[in-house]
């Protein structure tokens, strides 16, 4: 008779890493995108995971441009575009010289700085959320559609919301070198190279687009949709950096290229 | 493997954390200040010719003023407005049925004085026969001394009045000749050839003579070969304009025509002080501006008539091959002088102005040429802060560009035309200056502003 083999221990199933705590996955998104993106998929949805880097990317966006335009450079770069803009509408007839120094006017009493503070502030709480669900829809989309993937719409709020942390690292970089070089558009992008930045210049505006935190962000999305669809990280890369090429041309080809900034 | 995940995950934080530190620290500590969009050129030599602009009106060089000098009823004008006169033509008849009558009573008046002195004449011969006669029989005694003086005393009685009745033809003469003299004042005649330029009167209406009053004007005679322009200048331009200086003028009744002028006279007083009182009433003359009447005589011949506008260049003054720049360089600005006082022998535009200072003030000396920020104590504090208080004074200045800010320099500015000034002092050929635009600098250049180049824009070339 066969000795009694001892019953085997059951292996035990590796479970995932415990989940990080909040503040661990904001770090995290910056440092282990992969790894994080696994324990999102894996876990529950939740809500703060969107929301806070949201408030967050929102509050650091109020006081990059409550700093912004308080700078002297800033602000007379800004007198001069307005004054520029209103120069083409005179030259084109579209109003006359007197229309234009009653504009120049008002804007000095009731645009100053304060008040351009304010309306950027709102804006950029504004598109803080839209961006998110905007990104979020696309994710969704894109890995419908081309990664033939179906995954949960708020999971993809929450790489999403979580992604934006790069844009808000972006945007303190960007407020810095703003104040440093003195000009609105001196973000980490090839637009520090143009000393006399147009708005209306195509090639300003795709060297602008040229942004190191962009291509950041969009990897860390990319990444994120590999994730939830379990598509290979080349397959979403080229399916989300299309979406944001095809994007930025877009609005660049249609004369909205400063939204993209 | 947590291992070498955390060591990766503080190189990225760190990395990070450096670069947001450093951009901090260089954002906190670099100085940053608007740059100004200008425009630039450079200085230049031009001829400029400085041109005093004017308005006013056109009238005849000659222009007489027909005023009656005996009243009364016209009655006969046989001249119209724009009719051509010669000289000697008849102009006005006034009613001289008053004047004949008047002429007619010194007449005989004077006859009657004739007469009497005629009769005077007589009466002397008379008086004088009889005192001869009367004397010898007196002197032979066989007249009473009472009886002779009364026949003296006749005698020089038609003396004296013999001698009266010549002074009353005298006078009745002089009556005679006053009254024809006022008879032929009823006739007037043009003094000149020319146009009627203006008839006030009509046949039949009444008028006053000038002897005693004022004199309705009747007609204005104008010679209309020799036309002036009587232009009004500002007392800040009316000390530059000399008789002799040429002006193009501008007729608004003959545009796209420009004729020639020159300077024949300019008024010594203005045109308020010409008034009794000196300023007319009212506050509002004395709101206006002082203006001096300069007349600027036309050669070129034309159609023109008195009152027409007529706007003049006047060339006050040239300047051939002279440093200039153009007129939006030149601003206003408080310059402090670089240094207070420079030492003696030293060049410079500033020594001339510094060092009669110094010579008045000699313990300053010492203590400026140290440093501009030095402050002499005791009694020579008083003369810094006089210093100090000169060295606010606004001056011309214009910006130099050097490089990526600019420099202002003050001026000494010349004459001046539509587009450049003239820079006597301050200024070399071939420096770039700022031209435009206009608010950066009539506002916003300073000395040591950093500046870019750009286009020139609407609101920024403006003056």
Redesign the interface.
């Known amino acids: 008779m066969d000795p009694v083999q001892p019953i085997p221990e059951p292996q035990s199933v590796t479970a995932p890493a415990p989940v990080n705590s909040l503040p661990g996955r904001l770090?995290?998104v910056?440092?282990?995108p992969g790894?994080l993106f696994d324990e999102i998929k894996a876990s529950p949805a939740s809500v703060a995971n969107w929301l806070v880097p949201v408030l967050l990317f929102a509050i650091i966006g109020v006081i990059s441009v409550c700093i912004m335009f308080t700078?002297?450079?800033i602000?007379?770069?800004i007198r001069?575009q307005q004054?520029?803009a209103?120069?083409k509408r005179?030259?084109q007839g579209k109003m006359t010289?007197a229309q234009?120094?009653q504009a120049?006017q008002v804007m000095d009493k009731f645009m100053g700085p304060k008040m351009l503070a304010v309306f950027g502030s709102f804006g950029v709480v504004t598109n803080s959320f839209i961006s998110v669900f905007w990104w979020a829809l696309v994710l969704w989309l894109c890995g419908r559609w081309f990664l033939k993937a179906r995954f949960d719409y708020l999971k993809a709020a929450e790489v999403a919301g979580l992604s934006s942390v790069i844009m808000t690292?972006g945007m303190?970089?960007g407020t810095?070198?703003c104040?440093?070089v003195?000009r609105l558009n001196a973000g980490p992008s090839l637009a520090l190279l143009v000393?006399?930045f147009d708005l209306s210049n195509r090639v300003h505006l795709l060297l602008g687009a040229a942004n190191a935190i962009y291509f950041w962000h969009t990897a860390i999305l990319a990444i994120g949709l590999a994730k939830l669809s379990g598509a290979s990280t080349a397959r979403a890369m080229l399916v989300v950096f299309a979406y944001w090429v095809l994007i930025e041309l877009l609005f660049i080809a249609v004369g909205l290229g400063q939204w993209t900034l | 493997m947590a291992k070498p995940n955390k060591r990766r995950k503080i190189i990225i934080f760190s990395v990070i954390g450096l670069v947001l530190a450093a951009l901090t620290l260089l954002a906190v500590f670099k100085k940053r200040a608007p740059l100004i969009t200008v425009q630039t050129e450079k200085v230049s030599r031009h001829s400029l010719t400085n041109i005093v602009v004017a308005n006013g009106k056109i009238q005849p060089v000659l222009q007489v003023t027909i005023s009656p000098e005996v009243s009364g009823e016209i009655i006969e004008l046989p001249v119209k407005e724009g009719q051509h006169v010669t000289k000697g033509d008849l102009l006005v008849k006034i009613n001289p049925d008053i004047y004949i009558a008047a002429t007619n009573q010194a007449m005989a008046g004077y006859e009657s004085s004739l007469a009497t002195r005629a009769s005077a004449t007589a009466n002397l011969e008379k008086a004088e026969a009889d005192f001869d006669r009367n004397q010898e029989l007196f002197n032979r005694k066989l007249l009473s001394e009472s009886d002779f003086i009364a026949f003296k005393s006749a005698r020089d009685v038609a003396k004296a009045q013999l001698d009266s009745a010549n002074d009353q033809v005298n006078v009745s003469r002089a009556n005679l000749d006053s009254a024809r003299e006022q008879l032929e004042r009823t006739t007037i005649v043009s003094p000149l050839d020319g146009t009627v330029s203006r008839l006030n009167s009509q046949v039949g209406e009444r008028v006053l003579g000038t002897v005693q009053n004022a004199g309705t004007e009747i007609m204005v005679i104008s010679d209309m070969n020799h036309m002036e322009a009587r232009v009004d200048v500002g007392e800040m331009d009316v000390v530059g304009i000399k008789p002799g200086q040429t002006a193009r003028l501008e007729v608004d009744a003959f545009k796209d025509r420009k004729f020639a002028g020159v300077v024949t006279n300019v008024a010594s007083s203005s045109k308020d002080s010409n008034s009794p009182q000196g300023y007319s009433s009212g506050n509002s003359q004395s709101q206006e501006a002082t203006k001096f009447q300069v007349r600027i005589r036309l050669l070129d011949k034309e159609d023109f008539r008195p009152g027409m506008s007529v706007s003049a260049d006047i060339e006050t003054s040239y300047r051939t091959n002279a440093l200039t720049v153009p007129l939006a360089s030149v601003t206003t600005r408080s310059v402090a002088p670089k240094k207070m006082i420079d030492p003696p022998g030293a060049g410079g535009t500033n020594a001339t102005a510094t060092t009669n200072l110094a010579a008045s003030k000699t313990s300053v000396t010492n203590a400026a040429s140290s440093g501009t920020n030095v402050l002499p104590s005791g009694t020579n504090a008083m003369a810094s802060a006089a210093k100090g208080k000169e060295a606010a004074k606004p001056t011309d200045v214009v910006f130099i560009v050097k490089g990526d800010h600019v420099e202002a320099v003050p001026v000494k500015i010349g004459i001046c035309d539509d587009s450049y000034w003239e820079i006597t002092d301050g200024l070399t050929n071939g420096e770039e200056i700022v031209s435009g635009g206009y608010r950066a600098i009539s506002r916003d250049l300073q000395d040591g502003s950093k500046i870019k180049k750009g286009v020139a824009t609407a609101e920024t070339a403006k003056p």
């Open positions: 770090l995290n910056i440092a282990a790894e700078q002297p450079a602000q007379q770069t001069d004054v520029k209103l120069d005179v030259q010289q234009e120094d120049l690292l303190v970089i810095l070198l104040v440093i003195g000393t006399d």
